[in-house]
T-cell receptor
Framework: QKEVEQDPGPLSVPEGAIVSLNCTYS??????FMWYRQYSRKGPELLMY????GNKEDGRFTAQVDKSSKYISLFIRDSQPSDSATYLC??????????????FGKGTKLSVIP | NAGVMQNPRHLVRRRGQEARLRCSPM?????VYWYRQLPEEGLKFMVY????????ESGMPKERFSAEFPKEGPSILRIQQVVRGDSAAYFC????????????????FGPGTRLTVL
């Protein structure tokens, strides 16, 4: 079993739809949960991060963490064509070597159709 | 304020040649990380360096791969005697000194070097 599982998609939605992206993980040591956005031929860019369980909202984006289920989600409201990218979940522990070693999912490719 | 710079962006090598990938961290950043993204795979941690020190190379293949971050100049990831399986995107990230209260030590990624081995 991989440490982080993420459905690679591709996911295609109409403009204005609500998008739900998800990852599951197996390592209980993970404390930081991140979502990166990667446009084609570019490097990953940190979108949001949460520490431990709970929700975090930033504009049209909401990140959710359920540590009991080892499940994290990113919701995008009112999706726009400019949101079309690959979304990567990433995780790290809070201390020691695990704090800087980011463990990534494979990424979900999202297309928002005008 | 320039971001993380990587060059070359694309590199083609024949089997058995050497590949040198360069990374210049963001201004003021003293920590450098290298990740590899194989086709259809997620990014995998390779090595963590500070100036003149390798802190953690647990993700590096034991043979043919080496990394350095000299006092002056960019960080270099070197792959000797490349094989087809080395074809991948190699990403460098940098971060500033860890600010304890902030918690997460955000890593800023460069655009990557795409290595193709013929």
């Amino acid at each position: 079993q991989k440490e982080v599982e993420q459905d690679p998609g591709p996911l295609s939605v109409p403009e204005g739809a609500i998008v739900s992206l998800n990852c599951t993980y197996s390592n209980s040591a993970f404390q930081y949960f991140m979502w990166y956005r990667q446009y084609s031929r570019k490097g990953p860019e940190l979108l949001m991060y949460t520490y431990s369980s709970g929700n975090k909202e930033d504009g049209r984006f909401t990140a959710q963490v359920d540590k009991s289920s080892k499940y994290i989600s990113l919701f995008i409201r009112d999706s726009q064509p400019s949101d079309s990218a690959t979304y990567l979940c990433a995780m790290s522990a809070s201390s020691g070597a695990g704090s800087y070693q980011l463990t990534f999912g494979k990424g979900t490719k999202l297309s928002v159709i005008p | 304020n320039a971001g993380v710079m990587q060059n070359p962006r694309h590199l083609v090598r024949r089997r058995g040649q050497e590949a040198r990938l360069r990374c210049s961290p963001m201004k003021g950043h003293s920590h450098v990380y290298w990740y590899r993204q194989l086709p259809e795979e997620g990014l995998k941690f390779m090595v963590y360096l500070q100036k003149e020190n390798i802190i953690d190379e647990s993700g590096m293949p034991k043979e043919r791969f080496s990394a350095e971050f000299p006092k002056e100049g960019p960080s270099i990831l070197r792959i000797q005697q490349v094989v087809r399986g080395d074809s991948a995107a190699y990403f460098c990230a940098s971060s500033p000194l860890k600010i304890a209260l902030r918690g997460l030590d955000e890593q800023f990624f460069g655009p990557g070097t795409r290595l193709t081995v013929l």
